[in-house]
């Protein structure tokens, strides 16, 4: 491995303290790269050429200082990354410099090293898969924490079989948009929810029924189209959950994945617990998973990926200079898949 000397410096936006992201995260085009010192055997370096965005980095940006503890400040966000290998440790097998890769970050080092809104990115073999020539670094950019709790869920929690009915609650967004797709390669029947804008785009995703939470009953449609083996929901809907027993089967399942770090997530994930059927509770099961990405998930992932077609659909991409407006995109709740940013 080449040295690479102590005054290496790269581009990366970071913050020093908790806060919304308009007064905390700054540009910082001197930020110090890493060293050969900071290489351990299996480690890679990665040129960053295009990075996504998710919820969860304005939920540890925005929150309270005691969730932020464990943080190294100066912090860099950001978890997906796609490149290109300039460079790999002793250990490294399978993989070289100029090789172009997609990762999402380990959280072990997310949360030591900071994350992947930077230029050049410390990683291990553990994070990455090889970039298949048929998909590009903006599309790969959007694939870590999306593409891979949509996988989780569907695939290593539901273990989803042909024929079953799952609904895709918030179908239109980073996660939803890969789980319709999904989920409709594995042969369920998917019935999405979103706003009336987006209807089509769930459509044309593989969804066979869309359904307007603006305009419809949504309850009633469902009742009418089910009943449902699983509800995927990725907004955190209690009051969907709370009326289950009118659209889910008796053994059918709830998984859910938009946990925060508010006080009113906290009191939603009680009532789910605790709230008794006879006070408006539900007795169906409620599950808030937590997305692990194991070194074979990334790569059934991207196998999946590539064999059935699927797409990252993208909302917006924006240069690096522009991450503030990414993530007042982001912030807005109304993106209609990834938000990406693209490093040059
Ligand atoms: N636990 C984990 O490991 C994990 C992993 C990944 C994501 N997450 C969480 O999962 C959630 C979803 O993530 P994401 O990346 O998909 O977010 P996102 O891309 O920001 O979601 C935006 C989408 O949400 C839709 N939406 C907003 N309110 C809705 C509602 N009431 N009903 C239906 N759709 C609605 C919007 O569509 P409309 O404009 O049509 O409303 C928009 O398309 C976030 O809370 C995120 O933090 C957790």
Not at 45 to 53: H, P, R
Not at 101 to 124: C, E, F, N, S
Not at 210 to 228: C, F, M, Q
Not at 261 to 272: D, E, G, T, V, Y
Request: proline share 4%; aromatic share 10%; glycine share 10%.
């Amino acid at each position: 491995m080449e040295s690479i000397d102590k005054t290496a410096t790269k581009a990366a936006w970071v913050y020093n303290t908790n806060g919304q992201f308009r007064d905390v995260l700054k540009l910082d085009k001197e930020f110090p790269s890493e060293t050969s010192e900071d290489f351990k055997p299996d480690d890679i370096l990665v040129d960053v050429v295009a990075m996504s965005i998710n919820p969860v980095d304005y939920k540890l940006m925005q929150t309270y200082k005691f969730i932020g503890k464990g943080l190294k400040f100066p912090f860099v966000p950001g978890l997906d990354f796609a490149g290109k290998i300039v460079a790999t440790g002793p250990d490294v097998r399978g993989l070289k410099v100029g090789d172009h890769v997609w990762g999402k970050q380990a959280i072990h080092r997310y949360r030591l090293q900071g994350g992947t809104l930077t230029t050049r990115v410390l990683t291990d073999t553990k994070c990455i898969y090889p970039l298949p020539e048929s998909i590009s670094f903006n599309d790969a950019a959007g694939f870590g924490v999306a593409g891979l709790t949509a996988w989780e869920g569907l695939v290593e929690h539901m273990k989803i079989k042909p024929g079953q009915k799952v609904v895709v609650l918030g179908g239109s967004g980073g996660v939803g948009t890969f789980a319709i797709q999904i989920a409709k390669a594995l042969g369920a029947e998917v019935t999405s929810i979103s706003s009336t804008t987006n209807l089509q785009l769930c459509k044309s995703l593989g969804a066979a029924h869309t359904i307007d939470y603006k305009s419809e009953n949504v309850v009633a449609r469902l009742a009418e189209i089910g009943p449902y083996d699983y509800v995927f929901d990725l907004i955190n809907d209690n009051g969907l959950y709370n009326t289950s027993s009118k659209f889910l089967k008796p053994e059918g399942t709830f998984f859910g994945v938009a946990s925060d770090f508010s006080f009113s997530f906290i009191a939603s994930a009680l009532s789910r617990k605790f709230r008794p059927k006879i006070l408006g509770g539900s007795s169906h099961s409620y599950y808030d998973l937590r997305l692990k990405s194991e070194p074979k998930t990334i790569k059934e992932f991207t196998e999946f990926v590539v064999e059935n077609g699927i797409k990252t659909v993208t909302d917006s991409v924006y240069s690096f200079d522009h991450a503030l407006d990414a993530f007042e995109r982001l912030t807005s709740h109304r993106a209609k898949g990834k938000i990406i940013i693209k490093m040059d």
